[in-house]
């Protein structure tokens, strides 16, 4: 079913997104306080 490949491509880009984003922003100490909470 392309529906179904296309979400699961794009939850996976959206994953590795979200992820690399969290390592940049923890980096970050101003940023990585906010998600320590």
């Known amino acids: 079913i392309p529906s179904a490949t296309l979400y699961g491509g794009v939850g996976s880009l959206a994953f590795l997104y979200f ?14 306080g906010k998600f320590k909470d």
């Open 19 to 32: 992820s690399d984003w969290r390592l940049i922003v923890d980096l970050i100490p101003i940023y990585n």
